[in-house]
């Protein structure tokens, strides 16, 4: 019951403060005007910004001399000495490069998404050839996020959205690395949670626990999982490197750590490919006689489903088990949902129909 209350009070006061209006810096002209302002860049004689609520808007430009102070959100204050007012203050706007043939990604705050090229930029909107909808003009204090994206499949009359999660299968992982600045949050059957981030094009960390102390138990387990992915030629062949490693923070812990160090190989786009991995596990310090082998695969069977499997050949002291799992993956653009059945073969056991259901929720973010 406490747990429950306590992550009611912690939604709740997370929704409060997303809905208060977020603080912004703002220029205090000579002429007595003021406007709040973003990404405010101090130059030779002279302040660079952009309206506030416009990240993606003109970039303008004012001298020194044509302002009072600058008052940043965080309560800083710079003053400048020119303080007479003027009748009128001097604002130029500063030309940025722009790619008329890249193709763009535009998600507006009320939902809707473009794709298409940005034919130039005016002082509150953007002028946007859409592929579908013909020239547009997107409103800058509308736009949610823009991003240089290359044009999606097109599927029928539908457009097929980058796989949000295209560098895993249900527990594995493959040849794919995060983009840097790229991250995800998981969580399965509540309990297991896990954040992984590029930290560049190549190499991806995650780490994760099982929060047991909400049970009264003083023991902290965590994971974590670093991995280097590289491209192997052409655009279809990954590869990847990595290790699984577990250990628990606890009053009495002679455990050095267990874990896993693998090698994987792709073959195939981040909506279809298969991987074949291979890894030697270790217990304090001793490493196993035989490798564990996998094999998984994932394929995009519609705009929001795939189906994966993901296959395991784990050795043991007198004899082998298999791991086997087939279910599918959920997608939207913010959140993607694993569900699946799990099941081990060998002596231990037995025989029947039955199967271990997973359930995993991936959220993610950055990118």
């Known amino acids: 019951m406490k747990t429950t209350l306590l992550l009611l009070f912690f939604f709740n006061s997370v929704l409060a403060w997303s809905q208060k209006p977020r603080p912004c810096d703002s220029l205090f002209f000579a002429d007595g005007t003021i406007a709040g302002v973003e990404d405010i860049r101090i130059v030779e004689n002279g302040v660079q910004y952009r309206l506030y609520g416009e990240k993606y808007g003109l970039l303008y430009e004012v001298k020194s001399e044509n302002l009072k102070k600058i008052r940043f959100r965080n309560g800083n204050q710079s003053l400048f000495s020119k303080t007479d007012t003027l009748s009128k203050v001097d604002i130029i706007i500063v030309p940025e490069p722009l ?31 859409t592929v579908s909808l013909g020239e547009i003009n997107l409103p800058f204090g509308k736009i949610e996020r823009m991003s240089p994206e290359a044009l999606p499949e097109l599927v029928g009359d539908q457009y097929w959205f980058k ?9 594995g992982t493959n040849g794919y690395g995060l983009k840097k600045g790229e991250g995800y949050y ?35 387990p965590f994971w974590v999982t670093p991995k280097v992915s590289f491209p192997l030629g052409g655009d279809k062949w990954n590869g990847a490197v990595g290790v699984f ?15 896993v160090t693998y090698g994987a ?5 981040t909506d279809r490919n298969a991987t074949f991995s291979l890894g030697y596990g270790f217990i304090d310090g001793h490493w196993a006689d035989s490798p564990t082998a996998s094999f998984s695969a994932m394929h995009r069977v519609s705009r ?9 050949l784990i050795p043991g002291n007198d004899a082998p088990t ?3 799992s087939a279910g599918g993956r959920w997608v939207g653009k913010r959140i993607a949902i694993d569900y ?11 025989n029947g129909l039955w199967a271990i259901p997973w359930l995993n929720i991936t959220a993610p973010f950055g990118g």
């Open 186 to 220: 998981t969580n399965t059957w509540v309990l297991f949670n896990q954040v992984s981030y590029g930290f560049s094009d190549r190499f991806t960390f995650g780490a994760g626990t099982i929060p047991l102390f909400i049970f009264g138990l003083n023991v902290y």
């Open 322 to 324: 298999l791991l086997l």
């Open 245 to 259: 490693y577990v250990n628990a923070v606890a009053e009495s812990n002679e455990l050095s750590g267990l874990g």
């Open 163 to 171: 796989n949000p999660h295209g560098t895993r299968y249900f527990f």
């Open 340 to 350: 699946a059945l799990m099941r081990p073969y060998g002596s231990n056991f037995g």
């Open 99 to 129: 790619d008329t043939n890249q193709t763009w990604y535009v998600e507006m705050l009320d939902g809707n998404e473009y794709y298409g090229k940005i034919l130039r930029k005016e002082a509150r909107f953007c002028v946007f050839q």
């Open 265 to 269: 190989l792709t073959y195939g786009s």
């Open 304 to 312: 929001n489903g795939y189906f994966i499997t993901e296959n395991y």
